[in-house]
């Protein structure tokens, strides 16, 4: 069984950063695309960035310049550097995968991560 375990979510002032990581474990898989969605009350769940298995990366554009998104494939891992954060960055953050294992393409999900902007 394939899982995705966030950390690095919490609270920090207006202009300060974070770095949210994202691990899937299991054994059998092999990862496609990751990525980094993020949901607030109300609200439908946005994605924020992605990125291939080979590199490219995609962000929204109210992050470029600010969020980092990268991975590292021989930790099955992923990474959201978010830097001068804003309050209406306010969400939970969820990261996503599309993994192979043991049959087709499957989309997995964390279990979201809070991250609190204040002003």
């Known amino acids: 069984q394939v899982q995705l375990v966030e950390s690095g979510g919490g609270l920090v002032q207006a202009g300060g950063s974070l770095r949210l990581s994202c691990a899937a474990s299991?054994?059998?898989?092999?990862?496609?695309?990751m990525g980094w969605y993020r949901q607030t009350p109300g609200k439908q769940r946005e994605l924020v960035a992605s990125?291939?298995?080979?590199?490219?990366?995609n962000e929204v554009d109210s992050v470029k310049g600010r969020f980092t998104i990268s991975r590292d494939n021989a930790k099955n891992t992923v990474y959201l550097q978010m830097n001068s954060l804003k309050p209406e960055d306010t969400a939970v953050y969820y990261c996503?995968?599309?993994?192979?294992?043991?049959?087709?393409?499957?989309?997995?999900w964390g279990q979201g991560t809070q991250v609190t902007v204040s002003s």
């Open positions: 299991g054994s059998g898989f092999s990862i496609s695309a």
């Open positions: 990125i291939t298995s080979s590199g490219s990366t």
């Open positions: 996503n995968a599309l993994i192979r294992s043991w049959g087709p393409l499957k989309t997995y």
